[in-house]
């Protein structure tokens, strides 16, 4: 059975056992697989951190191949101050734990916008050139 390259993968760094069931959430076209280390991800694909410290979502998007979009899920009872956090480390969207239904939205959600070109006049990344992030108040 040849495996289609072209289907949104999820790639799955940390502990699983949190995201069980999220394939079946998913359309059949997907793949969900679970890999090691950033070194297996590639381009292109939507990278799954599960419960990451704020210092591995920005080492991971400092490292991510070429466009790749960074999901992150937080422990359930995660603060708004920890998902400010993750988001400005550099995740694309933040999510907690709880539901893999929500969870594969949230997927979606960011394989589509991967795949929409970009508006012309729109920056992607909100931080202009040399200028730096505001820091979280708690």
């Known amino acids: 059975m040849r495996t289609d390259l072209t289907a949104p993968t999820v790639t799955v760094l940390g502990d699983p056992g949190p995201i069980a069931g999220l394939a079946r959430r998913l359309s059949t076209a997907w793949r969900v697989r679970h890999a090691a280390s950033l070194d297996h991800v590639q381009p292109g694909e939507l990278v799954l951190l599960v419960h990451p410290v704020v210092a591995t979502v920005a080492r991971t998007h400092r490292e991510l191949p070429a466009g790749c979009a960074l999901a992150v899920l937080v422990d359930g009872g995660a603060d708004t101050a920890t998902i400010a956090d993750?988001?400005?480390?550099?995740?694309?969207?933040?999510?907690?734990?709880?539901?893999?239904?929500?969870?594969?939205?949230?997927?979606v959600a960011c394989h589509r916008r991967l795949s929409r070109a970009p508006s012309p006049g729109v920056d992607r990344d909100p931080v202009p050139a040399g200028a730096h992030r505001a820091a979280v108040a708690r």
């Open 86 to 107: 993750v988001l400005l480390a550099g995740a694309d969207v933040c999510v907690r734990d709880g539901s893999t239904a929500v969870l594969a939205g949230h997927l």
